[in-house]
């Protein structure tokens, strides 16, 4: 029976997260986390951590964080937005931004926190149909951008880890000029050099990228997440982020995360590895017969021949192995894998070897 209140109720259907199960002989490759955990100078940084500040609120513009940060990027501080992970300043974008009465645009195949926000901010959008070959139709994007109330981008886009190239990242800010772009780029420290939407957002000024410390930083425990744009964008975010919750940013994370920024040398290091995996695994995966997209990310998207993705999703969970499959149309006979360690990543390949010849 429905109560009377129920007809007031936000109702939403949440996003689902990939599995996190507790047991840690679990080859864990559903989730795009980073395999090496964080250096031996975070481990110290951790430690000597000051203990007293738990019990005071923390620095609600996490200021040690954004310098940073803005050193980092050479860019001046007031570019520079942090959260919650990119899932909080994604969330926070949508709600800042996307405010017309015109529907939002994004691909059909994408992140899909996009369409969950999207209704529960009860913001219109529509989705733009990737071409046959998994990458981004520009042409489409560019058609409907000037008629839009805003654009999402996942550069590289997931969950096919595809990168879409500079030039049309461009044309599609160019076409939107009405409207905010958001280029999300959760995966772009694993992309060539260059594939940045960074360095556009002094030439265009309705330009917002957005970056995560969860994957290539190895910290998706500790949530942090931030965007870069011009001044007054970030002021716009901030005036919202405020009215919202001021202390987003927790002590230990704006602590651990300054700290990881200025460990470069540790965090090349890891890029370079999973790289290699990424390289080496994908050549297996071909030889066994998959079709593998080209990817700029530490994930594959991968089809087996014989159209087995959800059988070997099933197998391989039995043989603790954790893959991600998405049982929805265009992509049911795709698996998305994590690049692990390599040790983790030849039995990955012996069970599939295994698997096929059985
Ligand atoms: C993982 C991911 C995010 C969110 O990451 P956080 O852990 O919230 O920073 C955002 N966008 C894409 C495309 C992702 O894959």
């Not at 996009?114 to 990458?135: N, Q």
Request: hydrophobic share 40%.
């Amino acid at each position: 029976m429905a109560y009377s209140w129920e007809k007031n109720v936000r109702t939403v259907d949440p996003y689902t997260p990939g599995e996190q199960p507790s047991d840690k002989n679990i080859i864990k490759l559903n989730t795009n986390e980073n395999p090496y955990g964080p250096s031996e100078v975070i481990k110290s940084v951790i430690a000597s951590m000051d203990d007293d500040y738990l019990r005071r609120y923390p620095d609600f513009a996490a200021t040690d964080l954004v310098n940073e940060l803005a050193a980092f990027h050479n860019v001046s501080k007031d570019k520079v937005f942090v959260g919650v992970g990119s899932d909080d300043v994604l969330a926070m974008c949508f709600m800042t931004f996307f405010n017309s009465d015109k529907p939002i645009i994004f691909p059909d195949i994408t992140y899909s926190f996009y369409p969950v926000w999207a209704e529960m901010l009860r913001i219109p959008y529509e989705t733009i149909p990737l071409k046959e070959d998994f990458t981004i139709d520009t042409d489409e994007f560019v058609k409907k951008g000037s008629v839009s109330g805003g654009v999402v981008i996942a550069n590289p886009n997931a969950p096919t880890s595809i990168l879409l190239g500079k030039k049309s990242i461009i044309d599609i800010v160019e076409s939107a000029k009405d409207s905010v772009v958001i280029v999300d780029e959760a995966y772009v420290d694993f992309a060539e050099v260059g594939a940045s939407a960074l360095d556009l957002i002094d030439t265009y000024d309705n330009l917002i990228v957005v970056r995560t410390f969860s994957k290539s930083r190895s910290l998706a425990g500790l949530r942090v997440g931030y965007a870069i744009s011009n001044p007054k964008m970030i002021k716009y975010l901030n005036d919202v982020k405020y009215s919202y919750n001021s202390y987003t940013m927790n002590y230990p994370s704006i602590v651990i995360g300054s700290a990881v920024i200025k460990d470069n040398d540790y965090f090349e290091n890891v890029i370079a590895k999973v790289k290699n995996t990424r390289e080496w695994f994908s050549d297996e995966l071909k030889n066994l017969g998959f079709a593998v997209l080209p990817s700029s990310t530490n994930f594959l998207f991968a089809s087996p021949q014989d159209g087995s993705a959800k059988e070997i999703f099933e197998a391989a969970k039995k043989e603790g192995i954790l893959f991600r499959y998405f049982n929805q149309p265009r992509i049911n006979d795709y698996l998305r894998i994590t690049i692990g360690v390599d040790d983790d990543m030849k039995k990955v390949i012996s069970f599939l070897r295994d698997f096929l010849t059985k």
